[in-house]
């Protein structure tokens, strides 16, 4: 039970982590998430709890934030899909749209301040995604003694180097 645990929070952890927040940090390559560097993922983490010696109320502590993460960015999935498609009305994209298996006629002209609105909410939506997935990942990296984190730190960074390798091998 506990595998089966383990594996699925695995696997919702990393649909969360993959769409974390974007901070003006500077990043270490072009292209890399600055995060990385300051943050571990759930599933890092839960993988390297044994190297990491992770205590059980640690365990705890980052389950349930993940769990709590999850309900919450269900939530605000449900509610970006339903602004993005009011949105989608408000710009009428294309000469014909289909929404909810409606055929609906653009407009000839856009209601400006209507779109503008619409997009201010789409924006709040993902402002709030983004903040939730950057709470997630501050709550783990606060639940982790400092050795923890240069474990990991030391266990990522062993990672990247293999992943790198083949790349170098083939230039």
């Given at each position: 039970m506990k595998r089966l645990l383990t594996s699925l929070l695995l696997s919702a952890a990393s649909s969360i982590v993959s769409a974390s927040a974007q901070v003006p940090i500077p990043a270490g390559?072009?292209?890399?998430?600055?995060?990385?560097?300051?943050?571990?993922?759930?599933?890092?983490?839960?993988?390297?709890?044994?190297?990491?010696?992770?205590?059980?109320?640690?365990?705890?502590?980052?389950?349930?934030?993940?769990?709590?993460?999850?309900?919450?960015?269900?939530?605000?999935q449900v509610q970006m899909s339903d602004r993005s498609q009011e949105l989608m009305k408000l710009l009428g994209a294309g000469p014909l749209i289909v929404v909810d298996g409606k055929t609906i006629n653009p407009p000839e002209r856009l209601d400006e301040a209507a779109v503008l609105a619409q997009v201010d909410r789409v924006l709040a939506v993902e402002r709030d995604v983004k903040r939730r997935q950057l709470q997630l990942l501050i709550r783990i990296r606060n639940a982790l003694t400092r050795e923890q984190q240069e474990q990991l730190t030391r266990v990522r960074q062993a990672q990247e180097l293999q992943k790198r390798q083949p790349d170098q091998e083939l230039r």
């Open positions: 390559r072009p292209g890399e998430d600055p995060l990385t560097r300051l943050f571990f993922p759930p599933e890092l983490v839960l993988q390297q709890a044994q190297a990491i010696a992770l205590q059980p109320g640690q365990r705890t502590t980052i389950i349930n934030a993940v769990k709590a993460a999850q309900g919450d960015l269900l939530d605000l």
